[in-house]
């Protein structure tokens, strides 16, 4: 079974940084494709960014030239570096395949400060 799990959250004032990293068990982690997705209080859950199994990215408008989404296949774990945060970056953040398939983490908390 798979286990991901997401850290490197916290709390920050707008135009700050943070970088999360996932780290998933198992050894069929560098065949598919890696993304981010964020939760914020009262709304579904929403894509963020992906990474493929080539290095290929993809981002969500809201996050694009902001956020860069980076994997290490070594080490089994994948990267988000935020940028200039928001307050509507402030969510809940997780790491899934893309399409999802694994089970969820318990995900990272991310509180941007105006």
């Known amino acids: 079974q798979v286990q991901l799990v997401e850290s490197g959250g916290g709390l920050v004032q707008a135009g700050g940084s943070l970088r999360l990293s996932c780290a998933a068990s198992?050894?069929?982690?560098?065949?598919?494709?890696m993304a981010w997705y964020r939760q914020a209080p009262g709304k579904q859950r929403e894509f963020v960014a992906v990474?493929?199994?080539?290095?290929?990215?993809n981002y969500a408008y809201s996050v694009k030239g902001r956020f860069t989404i980076s994997r290490d296949n070594a080490k089994n774990t994948v990267y988000l570096q935020m940028n200039s945060l928001k307050p509507e970056d402030t969510a809940v953040y997780y790491c899934?395949?893309?399409?999802?398939?694994?089970?969820w983490g318990q995900g990272t908390q991310v509180t941007v400060s105006s």
């Open positions: 198992g050894s069929i982690f560098s065949i598919n494709a």
């Open positions: 899934n395949t893309r399409p999802t398939g694994w089970p």
């Open positions: 990474i493929t199994s080539g290095g290929s990215t």
